[in-house]
């Protein structure tokens, strides 16, 4: 079993800066892989961000060029680098691994983005 804890979320103006974290209670090399996903109210679920074992990156097409996934294997966090916010990036961001034929969640943190 995998349990995933985020933070760093908040309030930004557009144009700013955030860095989410997600502490893994698992070595973070072990898992096939991690990612971010969003959840903005009244949509589903979309994915923002993954980072394979072998540490390819895949980014949705409008995060990318703006957003950076990174993971350090020392301390078992993922990372999510958010510049040039926008206010549609608003929504609950959550963290994802696979690992075992399973994929696990986090509590998710909100980001809001002001206009």
């Known amino acids: 079993q995998v349990q995933l804890v985020e933070s760093g979320g908040g309030l930004v103006q557009a144009g700013g800066s955030l860095r989410l974290s997600c502490s893994a209670s698992k070595s973070i090399f072990r898992l096939n892989s991690m990612g971010w996903f969003r959840q903005a109210p009244g949509k589903e679920r979309e994915l923002v961000a993954t980072i394979t074992r072998g540490s390819s990156t895949n980014y949705a097409d409008s995060v990318k060029g703006r957003f950076t996934i990174s993971r350090d294997v020392a301390t078992n966090t993922l990372y999510l680098q958010m510049n040039s916010l926008k206010p549609e990036d608003t929504a609950v961001y959550y963290c994802?691994?696979?690992?075992?034929?399973?994929?696990?969640w986090g509590q998710g943190t909100q980001v809001t983005v002001s206009s």
């Open positions: 994802n691994a696979y690992y075992d034929s399973i994929m696990y």
